[in-house]
């Protein structure tokens, strides 16, 4: 898999690596609320599908956290930039900003391609009404047995379930996105 990497507008600091997006956006004026970061993600998925998806090649977008729940409205209301959604703590954040309570639930309704979808365990239950709602069949939705994390850093080697949300990931992918085995 190749993977291009996006710092959106809205985010700060990780692991003393501080996001430039968010600090141009803020410098320049631009929005940086987790509804702005739409853009960014709709921008770079379009640059990926332009630049480096030939055909046959397929785009998974990833989020975590608020973009794991932006991933999905973008598979909703852009299909043809999305082939396959994977989320890490999906939830209705978006209220405060303006769009309904059920918003990323109501996205998912239309929602027809692969995706994977978990949380730390407490989350289940902000993140399962938007997996049931999917209208795709092609879904995996993963609960740890222990703590887990939030977000994409539950795949951090120092989270207590990595090993399990490692397992679960590349499950959904090799079953729908299986990669070609070169032969020696």
Same mark, same amino acid.
């Given at each position: 898999?190749?993977?291009?990497?996006?710092?959106?507008?809205?985010?700060?600091?990780?692991?003393?690596?501080?996001?430039?997006?968010?600090?141009?956006?803020?410098?320049?004026?631009k929005g940086t609320s987790y509804v702005d970061a739409l853009q960014d993600m709709t921008a770079a998925l379009e640059y990926g599908r332009a630049e480096y998806a030939p055909a046959g090649t397929t785009i998974v977008a990833w989020g975590s956290s608020y973009s794991s729940a932006l991933v999905v409205h973008l598979a909703a209301t852009h299909p043809e @930039?999305?082939?396959?959604?994977?989320?890490?703590?999906?939830? #209705?954040?978006?209220?405060?900003? *303006?769009?309904? $309570?059920? +918003?990323?639930?109501?996205?998912?309704?239309?929602?027809?391609?692969?995706?994977?979808?978990?949380?730390?365990?407490?989350?289940?239950?902000?993140?399962?009404?938007?997996?049931?709602? @999917?209208?795709?069949?092609?879904?995996?939705?993963?609960?740890? #047995?222990?703590?887990?994390?939030? *977000?994409?850093? $539950?795949? +951090?080697?120092?989270?207590?379930?990595?090993?399990?949300?490692?397992?679960?990931?590349?499950?959904?992918?090799?079953?729908?996105?299986?990669?070609?085995?070169?032969?020696?």
């Amino acid at each position: 898999f190749n993977c291009l990497a996006v710092d959106l507008r809205s985010g700060g600091k990780m692991k003393e690596v501080k996001n430039g997006t968010n600090r141009y956006a803020k410098r320049t004026g631009k929005g940086t609320s987790y509804v702005d970061a739409l853009q960014d993600m709709t921008a770079a998925l379009e640059y990926g599908r332009a630049e480096y998806a030939p055909a046959g090649t397929t785009i998974v977008a990833w989020g975590s956290s608020y973009s794991s729940a932006l991933v999905v409205h973008l598979a909703a209301t852009h299909p043809e @930039l999305v082939d396959g959604v994977v989320s890490f703590a999906p939830g #209705e954040y978006f209220e405060s900003l *303006g769009k309904s $309570a059920t +918003w990323i639930q109501e996205s998912a309704a239309t929602v027809k391609c692969p995706v994977f979808m978990t949380g730390a365990r407490a989350e289940e239950a902000q993140w399962r009404p938007i997996f049931e709602a @999917l209208a795709t069949r092609e879904k995996i939705g993963f609960v740890p #047995e222990t703590k887990g994390q939030h *977000g994409s850093r $539950a795949l +951090w080697p120092e989270s207590d379930a990595s090993a399990d949300y490692w397992k679960a990931l590349e499950g959904f992918l090799d079953r729908y996105f299986p990669r070609e085995k070169k032969s020696d």
